[in-house]
């Protein structure tokens, strides 16, 4: 092949947001505008990471992947690229791609060093949908905001990018090596199996023997939700296959290029046709399984159900702390320490502060954590967005949360798999609060308002701050029972391993009982702005543990709508989604 420089104009907007860069399909169809962010990110790299290097392309396989990825393969090719690895059907999971980066090696020994993840996550796809684009590192996690600056002051001076426009597109439908000869030598695009590595993987983690016999338990009863996404390439490999569940206990677990139709976000909202089979929704289900979960587009969110039962993803990453070292292979020899984001629940600050732990809170979105893992500090982490994970890779794991919760009921019920009744996963939560106490937890988010109306919303809550006599005293109206606040503060992170400062990472009012009200601006959206509200209640008495979250936060949620005067700024009455 050979290499064409092509001229092009800069792209306003081009900034990766919380996980890369999310935009309406429409927008990425336009000309260059795929090709300028992908040179920006070649320009950003060390040359070593692009010259002769290895990098792996795939992402949830929704609409426009199928092109994006022969688009970058021609212009890996282009600019010197060794080798790009592809999943079949361009799909692999974001967990997936992280490993692949960390753990997959070619015949003649080269590792990656980098991916492009062709992902929007759990925002719907589809031609008037979202697609996005982020890049990982070599360590299998995003890129550090030194790098995303970069890639974005780049995309704002872009000129040229290079491609190998008589590059012949290349069949990712099969697996194996394409070979190709540039005028810098051999590049091969090699597509191999979206599954194998990540499933080999998992195995050197969980005790697949003791998760199996659970499953075989005729008492114990599963199902997995894939909601169209990328999940589906690994839920019968996994769960049926290895595992031996049945083939009944999948749900749309096909991945598509529009998911269906669907929103694939695992929460109760949008994961519908498991939370009516889990007895959680309209319909009565006389016998539901004893444990549901679901993914999201991309497989690095989950949720947890039990038997008409919900677990709160902060709940679910202190659960699983507090029964790791038991019940996972992977962390027998203990935990190097834990970790949140900011506006998870406290739940994990109980579990870390009773079990000795070493604890970490970083600001929203993955990145954070990876620092922690690569220096040895930590262990477990997760988001109250639905993302739980380890160190075994650099991103959030659905799937991997799927095989903790069936590792620590295999271990809760390893002695009575024959008795009457097996440990439940209601079982486990309200012995954790009985233990920990609760968390009373519940996210409202407003999605595309005006971005203006967003941003003096947030601007008005900082002013507030300065004087908390006057916010008491405005609580005091709104809500007499409410704690009063103790203190508040635009959450600011120092990276207690390489020192990097990130400062507005959420607006904080912390209340004197331990309860919390946190106010973000999303970074994930594609259009206008997404404000999320965080309500946070600690109760320790265990005789009031067993209230329903809505009525034990409805307090504290009025103080927030009010106090920020959300429908003043915004015109909206209410959320456009609760979790
Ligand atoms: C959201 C979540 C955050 C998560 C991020 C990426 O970000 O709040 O916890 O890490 O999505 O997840 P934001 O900025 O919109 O609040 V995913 O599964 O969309 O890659
Ligand atoms: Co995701």
């Not at 709940?315 to 070292?325: F, P």
Request: hydrophobic share 40%; proline share 4%; with cysteine.
């Amino acid at each position: 092949f050979s290499v064409t420089k092509k001229e092009t104009k800069p792209y306003e907007g081009q900034k990766p947001g919380t996980s890369g860069l999310r935009k309406k399909v429409t927008v990425f169809q336009q000309p260059h505008y795929l090709a300028n962010f992908v040179q920006a990110t070649f320009n950003a790299l060390p040359a070593d990471q692009v010259k002769g290097a290895t990098i792996v392309v795939s992402g949830d396989g929704r609409y426009f992947s199928k092109d994006a990825v022969q688009i970058i393969a021609k212009m890996a090719a282009a600019n010197g690229v060794r080798r790009v690895w592809v999943g079949q059907d361009s799909l692999l999971s974001t967990p997936a791609v992280s490993a692949i980066i960390r753990e997959r090696i070619s015949a003649d020994g080269a590792k990656a060093t980098g991916a492009f993840i062709l992902t929007a996550s759990h925002n719907p796809g589809g031609p008037t949908e979202d697609f996005g684009i982020k890049y990982n590192m070599g360590n299998g996690g995003p890129a550090p905001e030194s790098v995303t600056d970069k890639i974005f002051s780049n995309t704002k001076t872009i000129t040229e990018y290079l491609i190998a426009e008589d590059l012949p597109n290349v069949d990712i439908s099969v697996t194996g090596v394409t070979s190709f000869t540039g005028p810098e030598g051999p590049f091969d695009v090699d597509v191999f199996d979206s599954a194998t590595d990540y499933i080999k993987l998992m195995k050197t983690i969980f005790d697949f023997e003791s998760i199996k016999k659970l499953l075989a338990s005729p008492k114990f009863s599963f199902c997995f939700d894939g909601l169209h996404g990328v999940a589906g390439a690994y839920a019968k490999r996994m769960f049926v296959d290895e595992l031996g569940a049945s083939e009944s206990s999948l749900l749309n677990c096909v991945p598509k290029e529009d998911f269906g139709g669907g929103h694939p976000d695992p929460n109760l909202t949008y994961a519908k046709e498991l939370v009516e089979r889990m007895g959680l929704g309209k319909t009565s289900n006389a016998d539901p399984p004893e444990f549901g979960a679901a993914a999201d587009g991309d497989a690095d969110r989950n949720m947890v159900l039990g038997k008409r039962f919900f677990v709160t993803p902060s709940d679910s990453v202190a659960i699983i702390a507090a029964n790791a070292v038991q019940s996972i292979p992977y962390f027998a020899s203990g935990l190097k320490g834990v970790a949140r984001s900011m506006p998870t629940s406290a739940a994990l600050d109980v579990v870390a502060k009773n079990l000795n732990l070493k604890f970490f809170e970083v600001p929203t979105g993955w990145k954070f954590f990876g620092n922690l893992m690569d220096a040895g500090m930590c262990s477990v982490c997760g988001e109250e967005s639905f993302g739980t994970g380890s160190d075994h890779i650099r991103e959030k794991d659905g799937i991997w949360a799927v095989l903790a919760w069936l590792s620590i009921l295999a271990y809760k019920n390893k002695d009575n798999l024959g008795g009457d009744k097996l440990v439940t996963v209601e079982d486990i939560v309200l012995q954790h609060w009985a233990t920990y106490g609760r968390h009373y937890y519940t996210r409202y988010d407003y999605e595309n308002v005006d971005a203006e109306a967003a941003k003096e919303l947030m601007a008005n809550l900082v002013k507030m701050q300065s004087s908390l006599s006057d916010v008491n005293k405005s609580i005091k109206e709104i809500q007499p029972t409410v704690a009063d606040v103790v203190s508040a503060d635009e959450f600011e992170y120092k990276d207690p391993v390489d020192g990097s400062v990130s400062k507005h990472q959420g607006i904080r009012y912390l209340f004197g009982d331990g309860s919390r009200l946190v106010f973000r601006l999303s970074g994930t959206g594609s259009v206008g702005a997404t404000i999320r509200i965080y309500i946070e209640q600690y109760e320790k008495d265990s005789s009031k543990t067993g209230r329903e979250s809505s009525d034990a936060l409805s307090p504290l949620v009025d103080v927030a709508l009010k106090l920020s005067k959300i429908q003043e700024y915004t015109g909206r009455s209410a959320p456009t989604v609760i979790t």
